[in-house]
């Protein structure tokens, strides 16, 4: 009954692949964030959306691109890869958005070779 | 921009003992503030949300105060056990409509 579950938990790719992390919330949250937590574990938002619809985006580069199905799915998408990709992305979400509390998924850590 | 700091980046203590981790901003003007706690390897906790009508919250051993006037948070964690290493995360809006800006953790080790 994990409330917000990431996959996959590690992935390993080559530079200039393209590659999807998906994310799932049973909370019923309307609310779900992408962050990125890089090698000096400093965390940092990269999107978020409300009820599918995109809120944040912060000046991400546009490899990346957030898609969300429904609201308790939020997937991310990165294309051609690069080697400053590598990070742990972390999914999370929160009941309304704004400053309300957030939960978040286990992460997953991403290495590009 | 609101920047966070946490000190001390890591910290060491014995079991038992009752410990205090620190969070400061450079803009006081804080909304809410939200403590997490990372285990290595794992996500998130949530462990205490402080609204910006709060000035306080607790939670069995830990208890978290806001002051906003200083800009500062602190959290507290009595009769401290070697469950409780880990990295623990501050972190605060600004406002309701600006994103949650994290500081960098304290990484606590108690020592059995």
């Known amino acids: 009954d994990t409330a917000v579950s990431q996959t996959p938990k590690y992935l390993v790719t080559q530079m200039g692949n393209d590659k999807s992390i998906k994310c799932e919330q049973n909370?019923?949250?309307?609310?779900m964030y992408w962050y990125k937590q890089d090698s000096k574990k400093f965390l940092k938002i990269m999107f978020s959306?409300?009820?599918?619809?995109?809120?944040i985006n912060e000046t991400v580069p546009n490899r990346f691109s957030p898609k969300s199905p429904d609201k308790a799915h939020l997937n991310l998408h990165i294309n051609s890869l690069e080697l400053g990709d590598s990070a742990v992305y972390f999914c999370?979400?929160?009941?309304?958005?704004?400053?309300?509390?957030?939960?978040f998924g286990p992460g997953t850590r991403l290495t590009v070779t | 921009k609101q920047e966070v700091t946490q000190i001390p980046a890591a910290l060491s203590v014995p079991e038992g003992e009752n410990l205090v981790l620190n969070c400061s901003f450079t803009?006081?003007?804080?909304?809410?503030l939200q403590w997490f706690r990372q285990d290595p390897g794992k996500g998130l906790t949530s462990l205490l949300l402080?609204?910006?009508?709060?000035r306080e919250q607790t939670s069995g051993r830990l208890n978290a105060s806001l002051d906003k006037s200083s800009g500062r948070s602190t959290l507290y964690i009595a009769a401290s056990q070697p469950g409780d290493s880990a990295t623990y995360l501050c972190?605060?809006?600004?406002?309701?409509?600006?994103?949650?800006?994290f500081g960098k953790g304290t990484r606590l080790s108690v020592i059995a």
């Open positions: 999370a979400s929160s009941q309304e958005g704004g400053a309300e509390e957030q939960y």
């Open positions: 909370l019923g949250h309307d609310t």
């Open positions: 959306y409300n009820n599918k619809e995109l809120i």
């Open positions: 803009d006081s003007a804080i909304y809410n």
């Open positions: 402080i609204q910006s009508s709060q």
């Open positions: 972190a605060a809006w600004r406002s309701g409509n600006t994103p949650l800006v």
